[in-house]
């Protein structure tokens, strides 16, 4: 019975570092979110040129 416990206390932390750490933003989220605003600029620059 108490490995049982102590298995339910491991997979409880585990999940909670899981998901705290899933809501930091990292370089490469930080980096694709600059191409994607690069991206976006272009598309509405040539827009509004061809238009």
Sequence with gaps: MR???KLILATVVLSLVASFS???KGPAEKA???VD???EK???EVK???H
């Design 3 to 5: 490995y049982f416990k």
């Design 42 to 44: 272009t598309k509405d």
């Design 22 to 24: 899933a809501c930091q």
């Design 37 to 39: 605003k690069a991206a």
């Design 32 to 34: 694709g979110e600059k």
């Design 48 to 50: 509004d040129v061809t």
